[in-house]
């Protein structure tokens, strides 16, 4: 069970990063549009399972989970708003300094012990990150902010794991599912409609087909897999996913993407993160 969610999670997230950018690409969804109706729609196909289940927090429980939701719709605009800029590849290996992160996280809230080399690894990691910052700030200042936006969710994301390890497990994990997307769509739903985007009328059909793909695989099954994993192992396990996610997002855009191009230098930079994971993430 634990190698299938693994291996569910790792594959259908390393896969949503093109399809976030299929999804928002000219003449598809607005970008805070697609976020709303990604995390409603999930949200929708939750509720009836969840209304059958128990336990349901009680007074104070909900507000772990709310903080989580809350986070959770911060982490996934910075990254919307950072695949409007780059690649999903480039994305998903911003998304290895995850452990750099989740170190000093798990320092400060004594959750889980954090290794030297798991520090020693994760530095690296950043270093990579700064390599690929500095070659797509040379082909587009653009791109760079793209990637800083994606470095700011990988904080965000680490702040909403790390609260759903500590406070949801007294919740039933489908419960607690619905709950953090319910609350990540009302956030997101206020947002779009803040921002006055229109939905396109009559759907476009590729984007849609990636809209639904992130809803109900990139949201539904892989965060009830992920929240599974996070009661089932530890942080330090299920942050190693960051480590698939990049190889599965860069052989997809080399297959598929052709709006954005890579170049050598920021090969370089993805080599350097993953090398950076690889120290991390080995055996004493």
């Known amino acids: 069970m634990i190698a299938a969610a693994y291996l569910a999670c790792a594959l259908i997230w390393g896969t949503t990063w093109y399809a976030i950018r299929a999804c928002i690409a ?4 607005p970008t805070y549009v697609a976020l709303a109706l990604r995390f409603a729609i999930a949200a929708a196909l939750l509720l009836p399972i969840a209304a059958r ?7 104070a429980a909900w507000l772990p989970l709310v ?8 982490g996934y605009t910075l990254v919307y708003l950072g695949e409007e800029r780059i690649v999903g590849g480039i994305a998903a290996v911003v998304y290895g300094t ?6 000093v996280g798990l320092a400060i809230t004594r959750i889980e012990r954090s290794r030297a080399r798991n520090l020693v690894g994760a530095a690296i990691s950043l270093a990579g990150v700064g390599v690929l910052a500095l070659d797509r700030y040379d082909v587009s200042p653009r791109q760079a902010i793209g990637v800083a936006m994606v470095f700011g969710s990988v904080i965000v994301s680490t702040a909403y794991s790390i609260v759903m390890k500590r406070h949801a497990g007294a919740v039933h994990g489908v419960v607690a599912t619905t709950i953090f997307l319910a609350v990540t769509a009302l956030v997101l739903v206020a947002v779009a409609i803040g921002a006055g985007e ?3 009328w009559p ?3 590729a984007p849609t087909a990636a809209l639904a793909y992130l809803a109900i695989v990139g949201s ?6 992920y929240f599974w994993l996070l009661r089932a192992t530890s942080l330090q396990l299920t942050s190693t996913l960051v480590f698939v996610y990049p190889l599965v997002a860069l052989g997809v855009d080399a297959a598929l993407e052709h709006t954005v191009q890579v170049g050598a230098r920021a090969y370089l930079g993805a080599a350097i993160v993953l090398g950076g994971l690889a120290v991390s993430l080995r055996r004493s």
């Open 220 to 225: 539904v099954v892989a965060f009830l897999s």
């Open 198 to 200: 229109p939905v396109p």
């Open 53 to 59: 289940l128990r336990p349901w927090p009680r007074g």
């Open 67 to 74: 903080i989580a939701g809350v986070l959770d719709a911060i």
């Open 203 to 205: 759907p476009p059909p």
């Open 98 to 103: 995850m452990p750099l992160v989740l170190a």
């Open 26 to 29: 000219p003449g598809g969804y």
